[in-house]
């Protein structure tokens, strides 16, 4: 499909070219007349081979180029998956209160889900005891007790249940890393489901040193599957309000992406450049123009059956550590042969800790910016947009707290919500913050402020002097992953369309991270549901011309405890990782 476009791409470049040539009147009288046309004829000729033997993939058409890319993109990435499981598509949701997908969303979206299909139930109404039991359960390293830097560590997991039996099936989730405490230094482990009760972890083996395997299972599959249930079928467990006001008169209502519709009229706040929907449900005595405000409404309670509820225990079946049967560390010894080549693939991790310094693995060579007049320095000049949740509002506050010339500039903005600013003129600094759109569990936003990043992104010029981060995942963790990829793909096309009109803007986008899970707040907030949304962002972003911030590696292999929001230490390897891609070390001519 796309050679023909690229083919007639390359044509009209040509022309272009030809033309503004022809019309350049340095080039005026020193031409036989007819000269451009031959010109044209020959180049167009030229280019035509050129086109018909380097796929446009490789061919930098420029400008056009980022909307081939991403569509080659999702093309490419519509293979079918290795193994295609039963995708949860639930139709009714929404279903006549959002825009109706075009035939290629629907394909991504199918692609997507397929993508992120997990097993289970496999066996519906297995009782407690013959569910997954971590304290029970043990994993093994494989190899001897020595190993070498630049091998890879392999441990078997075997799941019993609490009876003491190994489980028959897989679907636990279970997340692991490797790490030498004393070294300050951890990566994460790739996890294999075999789906038969057994599993395999996969670690890159960076450093000299010993060696610790920490292996963690977060949920049985049990529970698993009682989550799938609920993001199915409770997506307004957390539900949101919005006071309306007129005068003396006020009223607060219900509001949601959907809100069951036969029994009470409803006000549509859809947005309508991007159609993403959003409703609540008309006051009784005010009309729609009177909202004000918006809302986190509250947790719905008793979700779950007394029989689920068995699945999720703090202390037995939430996060519960995984033991070694014998040694749980190995001996890391130099290579033999010269420094260790690590091959950056899809399995690779995207970087590692060392000495509590994270040291990415492909993209970008780390610096530190241990003082604040650094900051400045690769600052100098720039517009930083910070567009997400308070997971990326944590950078704003990083970066202002710890730079003194950043004058915050004070917009009455509620605390925790913003928009927030922040000027160094001296410098020509400008940072700013603004929250996305609905969804969102802030206590309370002004209707006014409550703005997509898609649109937000439209409205930015973009050049080498701007940068973009964005960081949009945890306020949607209990509604379908759907919700979620029609918000990321609008972003998506916002970035796009900003890297076409400026393509030295530079955008970093955050993925989720792990947190803090107890009986309640797994049922919202758990880090399965994360780490779906995680996978999904990933493929979304595939591609595209921005960098990824792997905030769920960085707090999976750093040694502080999961929390929604990582402490400094953590915030600050990301905004160091950030501002390295900003202020770039400057590449040495290699000589060979
Ligand atoms: C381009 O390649 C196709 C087959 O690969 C060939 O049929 C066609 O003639 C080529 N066109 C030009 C302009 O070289
Ligand atoms: C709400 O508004 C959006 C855009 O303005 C529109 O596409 C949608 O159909 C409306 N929803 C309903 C239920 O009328
Ligand atoms: C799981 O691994 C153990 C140890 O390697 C092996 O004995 C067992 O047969 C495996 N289970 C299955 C179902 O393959
Ligand atoms: C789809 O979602 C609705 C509520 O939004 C729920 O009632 C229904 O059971 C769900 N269907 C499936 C197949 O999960
Ligand atoms: C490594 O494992 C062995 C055997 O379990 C244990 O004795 C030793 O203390 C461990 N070493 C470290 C550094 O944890
Ligand atoms: C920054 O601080 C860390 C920890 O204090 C230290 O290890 C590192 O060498 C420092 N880097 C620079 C460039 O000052
Ligand atoms: C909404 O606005 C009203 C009036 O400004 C304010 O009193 C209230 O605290 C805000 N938040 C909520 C949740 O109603």
Redesign the pocket.
Known sequence: MIFPNGLALCVVMVFCCAVKWHRDPAMEGHMPRFAPIFILLALSGFILLICNITSLEKWNCQAMSTFYQIQSSIHSAFKTPETLLPVDLNHTYCA??G?EPTAEEAREMLYLLNSISWPGPLVPGLPLRLSSDPAQSYFVIRGPAEQQVGGQLVVDVLMLNFMGQPKKHGGDFLVARLHSPELGAGVAGRVHDHRNGNYTVLFPLLWVGVVQVELTMVHPSEAVVVLKRLRQEQPDRVYFKSLFRSGFLSETTVCNLCLP?KEQP?C?Y???QT?E?W?CYKPKMLSCDTRINHSKGGYKKNLLTKYETQFFQSGVNIKVPIHSSGMDNVTVLPARKGPPKIRSNKFAPAGYYYQDTWRPLSGVVMRQFNDSSAITQCLKGKIIYMFGDSTVRQWFEYLNAFVPELKEFNLHSPKNVGPYMAVDTGHNILLSYRCHGPPIRFTSVSSSEMQYVANELDRIRGGSDTVVLVGVWSHFSTFPVEVYIRRLRHIRRAVVRLLNREPATLVIIRTANLQKLDPESSLFNSDWFSQQQDAVLRTMFRGINVRMLDAWEMTLAHHHPHLLHPPLTIIKNMVDLILSHICPVRKKKKRS
């Open positions: 006549g209160l825009r519709h409803l549509n859809s947005d309508p159609g929907p409703y």
